[in-house]
């Protein structure tokens, strides 16, 4: 998987979205980074600090505040040969460039028959659990997974961010780069009443120097079981884990990292292997891509399950303020969702 | 691999080069904004309110003041109000800027999880509310609390909100400072930015249908009108002339870009107006006499059937964006104090002192009075219950107003979130 992947050092999730883009822009002159707040300043969450000074204004620069004139210039910059990697500050504030993204973006290639590709990366920020209400909190991934064209990407640990972003920058077709910022800072197990941990001493923290990459489509099996397979992806990774620690249940967790292409082959052969199925994410339920997790594990798996296929999910509701913590899926739902599993015969 | 890119060495033809913008100052940069024309006082021509547009263009990229460092009122503009009208809207003014200093506070106290002070652009939003009627619709941005407070909502109600508490009309759903308020006519913000815009455009076209008097009024930060909601917005008001007042709050920064990346070294915001073929002003965001002269002109003509009127206030945002940003990296420190045109504060209530109406006493003792409403406000808010400490609303309101009926899923979710609460906590351990 590795290029010249060297000796590693502890980052937080940011710091090692920054090496990545760094990394690229040294390597690949067409690498251009773009976005509202992200130049001088280095970004609402510091994800593009010191990048602009290294690199020049060229490279790396501050937009208008207008998404759709974010990802429609991206696929402009892409026409002409050039990588771009747009930055949406919100995932909630993507609405305004879907035209751009579906219509555009991710049918460039098929409409030209490869003669025009969108090779762009757009970083966003998505997911709750910092109080951020429903413009700073939701997580609309499945809009895109339904996209025909358009690549989805979501990593759950800074060694991941790193690999997974410099491979997407590195791909030729457009990818929504979903960053979980709860877990910006930190990883986060669900217990929102408990001191923040931070990423230091955590072993999936540990970065390696250099450029590397995480191919896309290739999912990371967090931990080996029997039990149960549990299929998570980004803050609900560390929850789910949380979780299976304090049952002391012997599930095997993957983390998808890829929604779109989808490791089709570590789903299956996981369930395959454990009969049981628990797809968690934090996104609204009906018509998440715990949908189309669970018709996969159906149509693929049914002779292998000894379980109905279980989803945990958020709420079917706006993202709320003040009872974030009963929306979102924390370990008593996800827990509890394990327990029915093994349960059942 | 980029296209073969065309060399420039013999080829008659210079080498491009992409322009980004770059403010005047930085962290550290002495502070001098000498480049800025400010007209004087009074100087600016005041056009009827059933003027052709056109007649208008010349304003946009002109300033309209009222107010002149003498600290009286001057020309055309000068809206004539009573002593006590101005005495009121220095108190709203004032009232506004209390109200955010604590408000501020509380969040550092932990107390809420996010507040945004418009501290320096006070007139923008209280002196263009007076200016309309009670039953003029406001679409506001996140930063027009000035337009509640000038509506006299109820300050508990706004601390509620604030803290997302039980008493929260909004159920503490929305981030603090998104307020709703029809009860006075101000449009529920959304956070999402400019989508106010075409919705007030289509607001007035619905009163033009009905045949009605009332209008709308919009806001939006000069930022944000890089959005494609303002352009939306202001080709269907051009297109039906409808009766609508758009408001754009220049106050130079959002967030850490400054006014430049919304395309201000090219030309006014009001500028806009001239390729629209509407009536545009720019005028003097600090000079609350301006301000309200321009927006009651332009309520004027759109109520005369005279159509849109695109303003910009020209103002400085003194703060930093919200309670989640630090602008001494971004910014020279001393550009608040450095701002040319003052503080709407200070200006309105030395024009009081000016045509003696007014005195340092009653202005000390009058923030006295304001800084106890507000601890008055935020006490009871406080009984409410403040962000995350168990006083908010049963978590049945969560699934509430999705729909106007709930449908089976949501009854569901409903019953999974009150068992998850039972398990969280049960009855045994609540207080």
New interface residues.
Partial sequence: MSTDEGAGRPMTMIEAINDALDIMLARDP?VVVLG??I???GG?FRATAGLQAKHG??RV?????????IIGVAVGMGA???RPVPEIQFA??I??GLDQLISEAARLRYRSAAEFIAPMTVRTPFGGGI??????SQSPEALFTHVAGLKTVVPSTPHDAKGLLIAAIEDNDPVLFFEPKRLYNGPFDGYYDRPAKVWKGHADAVVPDGHYTIPLGKARTVREGEALTILAYGTMVHVASGVVESLGVDAEIIDLRTLVPLDIEAIEQSVRKTGRCLIVHEAT??SGFGAELSALVTERCFYHLEAPVERVTG????Y????EW??FP?P??VG?AIERLLAAD | MTMEAVPPAGANRPVLALHVPEPRFRPGDPVDFGFLTIPPAGAQPRPDETCAPAETFPLCTDLVRVLGDDDQAHGPWDPRLSADGMRTMLRLMAMVRVFDGRMYRLQRQGKTSFYLKCTGEEATSVAATMALDAGDMIFPSYRQQGCLIARDYPLLEMVNQIFSNRADKLKGRQLPILYSAREVNFFTISGNLATQLPQATGFAMASAIKGDSRIASAWVGEGSTAEGDFHNALTFAAVYNAPVVFAVVNNQWAISSFSGFAGAERTSFAARAIGYGIAGLKVDGNDALAVYAAHAWAADRARLNHGPTLIEYFTYRVEGHSTSDDPSVYRAADEGTGWPLGDPIARLSAHLIAIGEWSAEAHAAMLTELDGEVRTAIRAAEANGILGHGLHQPDTTMFEDVYETMPWHLREQMAQALHERAVKYPPEVQP
């Avoid at chain 1, 620069?61 to 004139?69: K, L, M, N």
């Avoid at chain 1, 709320?320 to 009872?323: A, E, I, N, R, T």
Wanted: hydrophobic share 25%; glycine share 12%.
């Fill in positions: 067409d509202e707040d130049g001088f300043f609402v204004k060229t620069f501050d937009t208008p505040i207008s998404e759709c004139g002409y040969g050039l909630d504030y609405y305004p109080f951020g209400g429903q413009t700073h339920r009906t709420f079917d509701t706006p709320p303020h003040s009872l009963a929306y924390g008593v739902r509890e």
